[in-house]
């Protein structure tokens, strides 16, 4: 009996493939013919990125049959170091490598005197998030989120916040700031906002560990969305896709107060210049968290790197056949269905390209 | 029965018994398996030790959260760790002992056997489910009462307020220890009331002893070096366990023995498990490193239980 069921689960597989199958090799000419790229790309690096890696694989891996992507989550820093070893054919990072890694070279997958491509291809609004009955948004500038984080804002019916938002009813309860408990890049971006938008209250540096003893923390984004649903008068950041029905922060930037959305978000990095003194292929960006216009400026930006010129010229047309897919329009609308990322602009899109073609 | 029959033995030629494939069989597996458990304890602090080098000899500039010191780093933990998993024995011995009196000299035999059954199961149940119930179930529902407690004894610094937002404090994070040390605990303490000699029991009874004065005579001198076997098996696992500890505590690195607010020191196990996905270089040996610290800690409660143990032997009335 168990034989049959499972003769028939395989059958079932079967006539799915088939089906499945059909439909590919109708839908085919239309767009391209076959590829014919074949082999493995290896990458590691950034869990952040994690999420849309498994999007972007799939849908690559069935556009090129013949190609296998395998991407290890293993966390920035792992990433950073394996791409660093020749480990890895590319790395996905919280941060771009810095000036000193970058003349250091030394990457050992890529040909000798060759530099590194750094493309900012995953933005993801970073959300504050709270759970206070009846209120689904509140607007806050960069002092006062500081000020609830390092806890000199204690209650919700703070003048300070009460300033920024008439006709809120604000109840008189302790805040409780919820963060991350284990090292992020989510930390990271979001320290370097509060460090940058609001030097004045938050004296800390950016830090992937959150750099206060106070406070209450959670184990992984999960972990604080649950905490911040579950406690009372709790707020936290979390990746804005997994907000869900908490209420959600609207930050001020001028006059405005703008609420996360993948647009806005995009925008902060459009407004944000390159590094200087690095090479047209390295786009890393010097986030500015105080644009002048409306834009989100808590957001994580992370990067796919690879080599200029790799050793191998057949693992660099992998490369660039990936980048390309993932800097592309599908490429970037399947991450933001997938992964609830922000996709590029047009503009970055541009430099992107430029970029993915010195590959070689 | 042959070995002992006087006639076999004067019939063998040799003096020596006679070696049967059995016996040998079985005495080699036995050794095999007794050098086996001392090789892999050996792999293991190998291990640790080669790998923990790095970060002793490190900058610890270079470590996460640049503390001043490797000590500095680890100091928090090991307070955290010890003060987690005492709590959590002192919550649950009691229990255990009195769940196990119950099962072995109160309960009807149906019940004792049904419960025993319940209580085994709980030793069954994955850490992440217990650390999940920690988050979902337990941390709200003990909220109202660590508010109660920061409002009305607020005084004693185990209770100073602030109150944590969510409940997710070391003492339900102890709470939840406390439940998943129960089994083996109460196990080992029901294993050895049951073997307490019946001639003991009835003596005492016969002397005009109530059936608590037997058991304080009898049951537990008796039980005593299972109790603290039980008790450091339990604490054992309270010292190690990871998942639970990591879902459920609100850790942020403090030294304190606030048991109700947000703030809470964090144990060597779960710091392991938080920050090695992201750590990388020497910070990698630097958690290592904490775990040899665990190690060693382990092997002293084991030890100063072992002594305690020996120590009481000729009074137990186990002899």
Redesign the interface.
């Known amino acids: 009996m168990n034989i049959t069921r499972v003769g028939s689960f395989a059958a079932i597989s079967v006539a799915a493939a088939l089906v499945l199958s059909a439909c590919a090799t109708n839908e085919t000419p239309a767009e391209e013919a076959p590829s014919a790229l074949a082999g493995t790309l290896v990458g590691a690096g950034s869990?952040a990125v994690g999420a849309a890696q498994e999007v972007w694989i799939a849908e690559f891996q069935t556009a090129n049959p013949e190609v296998t992507v395998t991407y290890d989550p293993?966390?920035?820093?792992?990433g950073?170091?394996t791409f660093l070893g020749g480990g890895s054919d590319f790395a996905g990072t919280d941060r771009a490598f810095n000036d000193e890694e970058v003349a250091a070279g030394g990457f050992a997958s890529c040909a000798e005197g060759s530099g590194i491509v750094q493309l900012p291809l995953y933005i993801s609004p970073i959300a504050v998030i709270f759970n206070l009955e009846g209120i689904d948004e509140l607007n806050m500038s960069a002092d006062v989120i500081a000020g609830i984080f390092a806890e000199t804002i204690?209650n919700w019916n703070d003048p300070a916040i009460a300033a920024l938002n008439e006709g809120v009813e604000l109840p008189d309860l302790?805040?409780?700031p919820?963060h991350r408990?284990?090292?992020?890049g989510t930390t990271d971006n979001f320290t370097d906002y509060l460090a940058q938008a609001a030097p004045s209250v938050w004296t800390y540096e950016a830090?992937?560990?959150?750099?206060?003893?106070?406070?209450?923390?959670?184990?992984g984004t999960s972990?604080v969305v649950?905490?911040v649903t579950?406690?009372?008068?709790?707020i936290g950041y979390a990746d804005a896709s997994r907000a869900g029905d908490l209420g959600t922060v609207a930050v001020q930037i001028g006059d405005e107060f703008v609420p996360f959305s993948p647009e806005a978000a995009a925008a902060v990095v459009d407004a944000s210049p390159f590094i200087e003194g690095r090479p047209d292929f390295d786009l890393s960006i010097e986030l500015d968290r105080t644009p002048d216009s409306a834009a989100y400026p808590i957001v994580l930006v992370a990067y796919l790197v690879g080599c200029e010129t790799y050793l191998d010229s057949a693992q660099a047309e992998l490369v660039k056949a990936y980048f390309t897919y993932m800097a592309s329009e599908a490429g970037q609308a399947a991450s933001a269905a997938g992964a609830g990322s922000a996709p590029i602009s047009a503009t970055l899109f541009e430099r992107v390209t430029a970029a993915i073609d010195v590959i070689s | 029965m042959t070995a002992t029959d006087p006639k076999v033995r004067t019939v063998a030629p040799q003096g020596k018994p006679k070696q049967r494939l059995g016996d040998i069989v079985f005495s080699r597996t036995s050794l095999i398996s007794g050098s086996a458990i001392l090789a892999i304890l050996a792999a293991v602090a190998i291990f640790l030790v080669g790998q923990s080098v790095p970060a002793f000899v490190a900058d610890p500039e270079e470590f996460?959260?640049s503390p001043a010191s490797f000590w500095d780093y680890v100091w928090p933990l090991v307070f955290g760790t010890l003060w987690s998993a005492s709590l959590a024995l002192l919550m649950a011995l009691p229990l255990a002992v009195g769940i196990a009196l119950f099962i072995s000299h109160y309960a009807p035999r149906r019940l004792a056997q049904l419960l025993g059954y319940i209580v085994d199961l709980l030793a069954a149940v994955p850490s992440v489910v217990f650390g999940l119930w920690g988050?979902?179930v337990l941390?709200?529902a003990v909220?109202p009462a660590y508010t109660w407690l920061t409002e009305n004894l607020g005084w004693i610094p185990l209770f100073a307020p602030?109150?944590?937002?969510?409940?997710?404090t070391i003492l339900t994070a102890s709470i939840v220890l406390g439940v998943m040390i129960l089994p083996v605990m109460t196990a080992i303490c029901r294993e050895i009331f049951i073997q307490t000699p019946v001639l003991h029991e009835e003596a005492a009874l016969a002397l005009g002893a109530t059936r608590w004065e037997m058991i304080t005579m009898a049951v537990l001198p008796f039980g005593r070096p299972g109790i603290i076997s039980g008790a450091m098996l339990g604490l054992g696992r309270a010292l190690g366990e990871t998942m639970a500890v990591?879902?459920v505590?609100?850790?942020?690195?403090?030294i304190t023995i606030n048991l109700v607010s947000?703030?809470n020191p964090?144990t060597i196990a779960a710091n392991i498990a938080?920050?090695f996905?992201?750590?990388?270089?020497v910070n990698v040996n630097l958690l290592i490193a904490t775990g040899l610290i665990l190690f060693l800690i382990t092997l002293v409660v084991n030890s100063i239980a072992r002594y305690i143990v020996n120590r009481r032997k000729d009074f137990s009335g186990a002899n």
């Open positions: 869990s293993t966390g920035s820093g792992a950073r170091e204690t302790a805040i409780t919820v408990s284990d090292d992020s830090d992937g560990v959150w750099p206060l003893e106070s406070g209450e923390a959670a184990q972990g649950d905490a579950n406690g009372t008068g709790t | 996460i959260g988050i979902g941390a709200p909220l602030p109150v944590s937002g969510t409940g997710r990591a879902m505590l609100s850790a942020t690195g403090i947000s703030a964090s938080l920050s996905p992201e750590a990388y270089g």
